[in-house]
Structure formats: C-alpha cells, structure tokens
C-alpha cells in the first residue's frame, strides 16, 4: 500500500515509453507518480494534486515543457513546484531557457537511472527545506506582529495608567491639605522633603479625622511611585494577638506576606499579601 505521506511527482511526456520507464524507476522508490501525456493535462493536474516535484519534457506538441513551466509559475497554486525539465541529449544547450522561465534542473535523455534518482531526491529535499523555512517565517512574522501589538497595547496601557496617576496626583495634591498656619506649613515642607525621597518609611501621626491619610496620598501621588499602587490597609483587619495559635497566626500573617497554595490549613489558592499588592508604590496602614 502506498504510503500517503510519500512524496508526489508529476510526469510529463508525450512518449508512453518515457512516463513508462521513469514510473518503473520511482514508484519502488515508494514515490507516488502522476502522469500526464501533454502541456494542457499537466497544468490541470498540477492545479489540482500540486506534486512535490514536476518532470516536464521539453518537446511536445501543442504546448512545450518551456510554455507548461511558464504558465506553471504565474499560477500561485503551482508556482513553488520545482521543474526539472526532460530534454533529448545534445540538446542541453536548450534549456538557458528553461532556467530563465523557472526550472531548477535537468535530465538529459537516454535516461541514467542514479541520475534520475539522485536529481530528484536532491531537490525533493531543496522543496522540503524551502517550505520549511517558509513556514518558520511565517511563524517569526506572526509572533513579532503580536509581539509588536502587545507592545502597542502596553504603550497605551501605560499612557491611560500615566493619565490616571495624573489625575490622582492633582486630586490629592499638596493644593487640597487646607490650612495656612506655621504647623501647615512646616507639614506641608515636609511632605515635599518626603516626596523626593521615595522608599522611604514614614510615620503620619494625629488625631482621627484630620486627614492622615491625605497626607500619606500626597506623598505617593506627588512622587517617583505615583504610577504604582497606593495600597490603603485597614489595621483594624488584623488580629491584635496573632500568637494565639499556629493557624491564626499564619493566616494573620499570610494578610501581610501573602502564602502559597496548601501553606496552612483553608490555604486553597495562592495569595499575594499586602506588600506584594503594593509592590512599586505606597502601603499604608490606617489604623
């Protein structure tokens, strides 16, 4: 049975014996021949099967090999088929113009079959090679078109982010703490200090109500971590005694530092704590 996998040629000839002789020589070579006794046929079937490889005699009436080649490469179904011409012996000199008109090689009659034979293997496996690399192309130009998306999408991903963190800043700017006396101004100095300082702990204290966490937002959002997270962390979340037991603790503590998937007792997900959360920008704890 013939392997469906197996590569196809096409013969073209106008001479029975020829399609004859090189079908005897290729198919116990486990190649899968098609035959064609003229220009016209050839075209239709190579339309139809598209071979690996075509065979093509060069003197044949009503259409010659050099027309059939052709007309074989302005079709795009058939114009990466290779073309090995046929040709009488002596007549070689012929077949410049069958390069020029797009074949790749050529076999020379009486045929020798090791020259038959390493021809068409030599340029099964230049096809083979040539597709290869085409579809290797194809693929490194899809992947740089979503690569070149996805940066597009993150361009503007991080302008509409620059754009919010904008908006942040001017809605929790230095402008919105009221107030003009000595102890505003002296906070509002050091805010500014603080603002250039990025990283760096900071302990707001006052009175409930008087606007501690306006003062913290000032300090994100006026600067270098305005475009990460201000990650406002509610205390009054996380047990006073977390030393109870090793559960309680664990799931206190995993609030904090987050845990991974199976690390405690209820643990069912992978969980990022408030320090990961805020990774980049500002944690603040309101207590």
Known sequence: MMDSTAPRILLVDDTAANLDMLCEL???????????????????????MVPDLILLD??????????????????????EIPVIFITAQGLTESLVSGFEVGGVDYIAKPFRDQEVLVRVRTHLSIAMLSRQL??????????????EEEIALRKLLKGQLTGVAEREAENWGLQNIVGRSATIERLLHEVEEL????????????????????????????????????????CA???????????????ALSLLFGHVRGAFEGADDDHDGYFRMAHGGTLYFDE
């Open 26 to 48: 290729l198919e116990p070579e486990g190649y899968r021949v098609a035959l064609a006794p003229n220009g016209k046929t050839a075209l239709h079937i190579a339309a139809r």
């Open 58 to 79: 060069v003197m044949m009436p009503d259409m010659d090999g050099f027309e059939v080649c052709r007309r074989l490469k302005q079709d795009a179904v058939t114009r």
């Open 134 to 147: 085409a579809e290797r192309n194809g693929l490194l130009e899809r992947k740089n078109a979503e690569l």
């Open 195 to 234: 603002q250039s300082h990025a990283g760096t702990p900071v302990l707001i204290q006052g009175e409930s109500g008087v606007g501690k966490e306006l003062v913290a937002r000032a300090v994100h959002y006026g600067g270098s971590r305005r475009d990460g997270p201000f990650v406002r962390v509610d």
């Open 237 to 251: 979340q996380i047990p006073r005694d977390i030393v109870k037991s090793f559960e309680q603790r664990s799931q």
